[in-house]
Structures are given as structure tokens and as C-alpha cells.
């Protein structure tokens, strides 16, 4: 039996290389991308393909390579992505697009780069990162939300148009997590004088606080590996502290202006 080959888009730190080491160490054939082998010279935890997930030719190029030395893609990974941070009425429009298209066109270019051959396979898992700030409007991170939640409806759109194939496509949204997104992240800067200076400032220290203070991504790794072991994976699974999932569930059953309340007051104590 072949091994099984897994493809981790921006698989050169933080969750992205979590994932691939431990899933190497598991025995499955790990190759991840980056937008700049130049940059990882001396990377050597696993194969890396150059891939900008925001250009279509980028994507199919690498996925082109990628099976000249495999015949075969079993699970994909789609976890490159970007952060960004901004009151919504003063976050530059290019800022804005370029998330969307990490965050939302990228998956979507890589997904359609392996269909054809999940699809001749009969067979193939697709795991899209999401978050859980998908789940919710979170304020000053509204940009992001709106990413991973497009993400999130896409991928229950495609799991029921990819299902007939013998393709299983599932969400995994971690909550908070010591990476490196936060060196990487577009946010916005605190404006003097601005409406929003005193409380997106706040709310930047705590963001950057809490992804500092985040838990080990090795815990992400785990869970991505769990799915693929499953035969049926689920609509959706989350991965973090136990307050940061039972968000997703309190925003489902409560009134919304009481989760709304909630989550301003969250806000406001970091």
C-alpha cells in the first residue's frame, strides 16, 4: 500500500510545519509550501514547493511539481493565511483584498488545483483551516473573521458538490496559538486623534498578548491527524482552550444581543 502523500500550504512555520513534522513522524509523506524557498534555506523537516496560493498559475505549477514525484494526493491542507487587524472604516482597501485573497480565493485556487486528480482517485480529504473567529464578528479583527467565515459556508458548499467523488471536505478552526502569525499580520495603525484610538489600541495589546501567550500548535497537528483517521470526518471540528469553543456553541444557542453583550464584555476586560 502507498503511503499517503499530504500537501500543507504556507508549510514552512508556525501551525503549517507543526502539522507536517508531526504528521511525518506519523509516517505519511509530508510536502508543504511557501510563497519563498529563498527564505528557508536551511529547512529540511520536509519537502517545500514554492506556491503563492493568491495567483492560480502559482498554484497549479506546484501542484504540477508535486505529482511528477508523487502519483497521488490524498489529504490537503489548506493553511496559508494572513492576519490582519483594523477598525473596518480605516483599513485600507488593498489590506482588505489582499486578505480575502489569502484567506478565501487561495484555498479555493489550491482546492481546484487537486480535485481532477482526488477525483480520478475516487478519494481524497480536504481540511481547510479556518478559525474561530470565523464563527463570530469579532471588532477590530472583522476583516479576518470574514475570511475564515467565508471559508467555513464555502466548505459546506463544496463538501456536498464533492461528495459523489469519494472527496471529504471538513473545517478544522483552531482558536489561539503560539505562531508566528502575528510578525506577519497587516493591522492597521492606532491613528491619533482617531475615534477608534483608545479601544483598537487596547484591543491590539490584547491580541498581540494573547497570541504570545497561545497554546502549543503541536495540539493543531493532533487534531488535523485525528480527522484523517476518521472514515466520515464532520462538517466542522474546533481545536483550543475550552472558553474559546464553547464561544462557537454559546453563539449558536444564545439570543444574539446577549452573545453580543458577552463578547463586548470579553473584549473589554483585555
Not at 459556508?153 to 471536505?169: D, N, P, Q, V, Y
Not at 493591522?187 to 498578548?209: C, T
Not at 502549543?216 to 472514515?231: D, F, H, S, T, W
Amino acid at each position: 500500500m502507498k503511503n499517503k502523500v499530504v500537501l500543507i500550504t504556507g508549510g514552512s512555520s508556525g501551525l503549517g510545519k507543526s502539522i507536517g513534522v508531526y504528521l511525518k513522524e506519523k509516517g505519511y509523506v509530508v510536502y508543504g509550501t511557501t510563497r519563498s524557498k529563498e527564505k528557508y534555506p536551511g529547512f529540511n523537516s520536509f519537502p517545500l514547493l514554492e506556491m503563492d496560493v493568491r495567483h492560480p498559475k502559482s498554484v497549479q505549477s506546484a501542484i504540477e511539481e508535486l505529482l511528477k514525484h508523487e502519483d497521488h494526493i490524498d489529504v490537503l491542507v489548506n493553511n496559508a493565511g494572513v492576519g490582519i487587524t483594523g477598525p473596518l472604516e480605516e483599513t485600507p482597501h488593498d489590506a482588505i483584498l489582499n486578505a480575502f485573497n489569502t484567506n478565501f480565493n487561495g484555498p479555493l485556487h489550491v482546492i481546484k488545483a487537486v480535485l481532477p486528480t482526488m477525483r480520478q482517485q475516487q478519494s481524497g480529504l480536504i481540511i481547510n483551516i479556518t478559525s474561530i473567529a470565523g464563527y463570530m464578528g469579532l471588532p477590530f479583527r472583522g476583516i479576518y473573521s470574514a475570511t475564515k467565515g467565508a471559508l467555513g459556508t464555502l466548505s459546506e458548499a463544496m463538501r456536498l458538490e464533492t461528495k459523489s467523488f469519494g472527496i471529504h471536505i471538513t473545517t478544522l478552526a483552531p482558536g489561539d496559538f503560539a505562531t508566528n502569525i502575528a510578525s506577519g499580520r497587516y493591522h492597521a495603525p492606532v491613528v491619533k486623534g482617531s475615534p477608534y484610538e483608545k479601544s483598537y489600541g487596547a484591543v491590539l495589546n490584547a491580541i498581540d498578548a494573547d497570541v504570545d501567550s497561545g497554546g502549543n500548535p503541536v495540539a493543531v497537528a493532533k487534531k488535523v491527524y485525528e480527522i484523517m483517521q476518521r472514515k466520515h470526518p464532520k462538517v466542522h471540528y474546533t481545536v483550543g482552550e475550552p472558553l474559546q469553543r464553547l464561544s462557537v456553541l454559546l453563539k449558536r444557542v444564545l439570543p444574539g444581543r446577549w452573545f453580543e453583550r458577552l463578547l463586548a464584555s470579553h473584549v473589554q476586560k483585555n
